[in-house]
């Protein structure tokens, strides 16, 4: 199945388009979260050609790293420090343009420079995690992915 991705769009609203019936097709029916987390991890890395996308999960004071695409990462995250703890703290999307000018930002990969965190929520309404997602290039991320990536999260049982 993952090798049935395709994507021929050109804008990234055409290819988020294109790629969530297809996340959808791959994580329907598998009750595996883990499971699903890494393909999604796959599909965005390279679809979208993002630097680096991954979970973190709130486990007792901490985010610990999950399924992931990409370079090394920081293995935990305390609340509220860099944009994923800050994400976590304040239960919303924190975009980045610039990850050097964001307060306490968490270098795992110098070469990161843009950054999109969304929080995942439990059935309960609390935090049990956020997506991650790094860009090479300044200013990758806004609204758009935003959407789209709150519509794959919704794919998820958490």
Not at 68 to 95: H, L, M, N, Y
Request: aromatic letters at 8%; one cysteine or more; glycine letters at 6%.
């Amino acid at each position: 199945m993952a090798d049935d991705l395709i994507i021929t769009a050109h804008s990234k609203e055409e290819k988020y388009k294109e790629l969530i019936p297809q996340i959808k097709a791959l994580v329907e029916g598998e009750k595996d979260l883990i499971a699903n987390l890494a393909n999604i991890c796959a599909a965005l890395k390279y679809s979208m050609d993002f630097f680096w996308v991954g979970f973190y999960f709130v486990k007792e004071d901490q985010l610990v790293l999950g399924p992931f695409q990409g370079p090394v990462a920081c293995t935990r995250i305390d609340k509220g420090k860099g944009v994923c703890g800050t994400s976590w703290e304040k239960q919303q999307t924190i975009i980045v343009e610039d990850v050097d000018q964001f307060p306490g930002h968490i270098a795992c990969s110098s070469l990161s420079k843009s950054e999109i965190v969304l929080p995942l929520f439990n059935a309960a309404g609390n935090v049990a995690g956020v997506m991650d997602v790094d860009s090479d290039t300044l200013a990758s991320f806004d609204t758009t992915d935003e959407t789209y990536l709150k519509q794959i999260i919704a794919l998820l049982k958490i």
